[in-house]
């Protein structure tokens, strides 16, 4: 049979809507946690904790430098076939084992223990780094096993329009809850908020294990791999996928947009306490804001991907991004903040609906140069750049905050100085990274028409 586009499918290829909706609370609970986590983490131990933010900064370095470790080594030891391949499937037992303790690990993160200085920097450290141990099997075979079941690229742009509608609205109802809870100088309303979102969260984890059952073809197809092909190391496999020019740029550019993104979203509630002076629960408006702004224009850009491309998707709207973060240097009440981040929300869901399936397609391009599936590596692989993010994170934000000798006091009225550095890492540093994106990929991406048709034949014909 054949997709919408002409391309021939067999039964076993086509994915049904149900387990596009089930891994759309996957990638509700990564977003979730990752955006939860840049967002408050760094606040809450620098401000509400009261540790010197170069202790903070550092354990955000620390963070970093072992993620960057352990996703691509989790991602390479987990990606082959074991003794209950056959039966349970390559990826889904990973993701079953992992779904709970990240979020133990993410409860505990906000309940640090009242001793001194070194003691909660040494707790930081552990517990946020056992976090991510799980956090990083999961999110590699959430990941991997997207673009194992969905294979066609009308099953991708399909898949993921129903994703992002799973994980835009999951986003918005979670979104809303923590700034209702959490309080300025209350650092029991954290542990709160963060004990009612992991409730929530475990309950989504019922919902994608309904989705993520493995077909026999599938099974085969994993241990086949693995019986026809030479095995291997991780430091090959890397170095065959960075020699894929285009796996190399859209890296670069999903490695951006996640920096990008971490830092903004770790900024806000700086801003919103120290340049808007108002309460965090005016954080509900805004987020609202956002996800509205990225829910209407969905169906657009979806649309727009599909008469022209994700190429030119990607491009067009890491420029918008990059404008829409500029006003944040001058703007200073909520309402103009709401507006612009509204505005900020429509270029956003365009590049999300195309980012995860051109990573795809690169793998896809990876495959074929392997002879052999590796998307758990491979996801890991990018999981060891996407840890920049945290590193730039904590980086930039320590650094102007002793630059502009940022005042941690929960009520502290900052200096003149200080706020412009907070305006600096909320907007004017986010809105250079996303120029760079629409640039890197105009010049360099290549994977689209007869070359990406040609690659997707030589894949069907390995059998991959």
């Given at each position: ?39 408050i983490v760094f606040y809450f131990y620098e401000v509400e904790i009261g540790l010197p933010v170069i202790y903070v900064g550092l354990a955000f370095v620390i963070f970093a430098i072992w993620n960057m470790v352990n996703d691509p080594l989790l991602g390479y030891l987990t990606d082959k076939p074991l003794k209950w ?380």
């Open positions: 049979m054949k997709d919408e586009n002409g391309t021939e499918t067999s039964e076993w290829e086509i994915a049904s809507t149900s387990k596009m909706i089930s891994y759309g609370f996957g990638y509700l609970i990564i977003n979730f946690l990752l955006t939860t986590y840049s967002r391949t056959k039966r349970w499937g390559m990826r889904a037992p990973w993701i079953v084992i992992s779904s709970f303790p990240i979020l133990i690990f993410y409860l505990l993160i906000f309940m640090p223990p009242n001793e001194n200085i070194l003691i909660i920097f040494l707790f930081m450290v552990i517990i946020t780094c056992l976090f991510d141990t799980f956090f990083s099997i999961y999110n590699d075979h959430v990941y991997g096993g997207f673009t194992n079941q969905f294979r066609t690229e009308y099953e991708r742009r399909k898949g993921f329009g129903i994703i992002l509608i799973v994980a835009g609205f999951g986003s918005m109802f979670l979104g809303l809850i923590p700034p209702l809870i959490i309080r300025y100088g209350d650092r029991n309303s954290f542990i709160l908020a963060a004990l009612i979102m992991v409730i929530i969260l475990m309950l989504c984890n019922i919902f994608l294990f309904f989705g993520i059952k493995e077909s026999e073809e599938l099974k085969e197809m994993f241990i086949r791999g693995y019986e026809t092909s030479e095995e291997k190391s991780f430091l090959k496999t890397m170095k065959i996928a960075l020699k894929r020019k285009n796996y190399v740029v859209i890296l670069i550019a999903y490695t951006t947009i996640i920096t990008t993104q971490t830092l903004a979203q770790a900024s806000q509630i700086y801003f919103i306490k120290d340049v808007l002076k108002v309460p965090y629960t005016y954080a509900v408006f805004i987020n609202l804001a956002g996800v509205i702004g990225f829910l209407i224009s969905l169906p657009f850009w979806v649309n727009f991907a599909k008469n022209h491309g994700f190429k030119k998707t990607l491009i067009l709207c890491t420029f918008l991004a990059a404008i829409s973060y500029i006003p944040t240097l001058w703007i200073t009440t909520i309402e103009e903040r709401v507006i612009f981040t509204f505005l900020g929300g429509i270029p956003y869901a365009g590049y999300t609906v195309v980012i995860m399936p051109m990573a795809a397609d690169t793998m896809d391009d990876v495959a074929v140069e392997l002879g052999r599936r590796a998307e758990s590596t491979l996801a890991g692989i990018r999981m060891f750049f996407f840890r920049v993010a945290f590193l730039v994170q904590g980086v930039v934000i320590m650094v102007i905050h002793i630059a502009t000798a940022y005042n941690p006091d929960p009520n502290a009225v900052q200096t003149s100085l200080a706020i412009w550095g907070i305006r600096v890492h909320t907007g004017l540093i986010p809105a250079i990274l996303m120029f760079a994106i629409s640039l890197i990929v105009y010049k360099w991406y290549d994977l689209t028409g007869e070359r990406k048709e040609s690659m997707l034949k030589e894949l069907k014909a390995k059998g991959l």
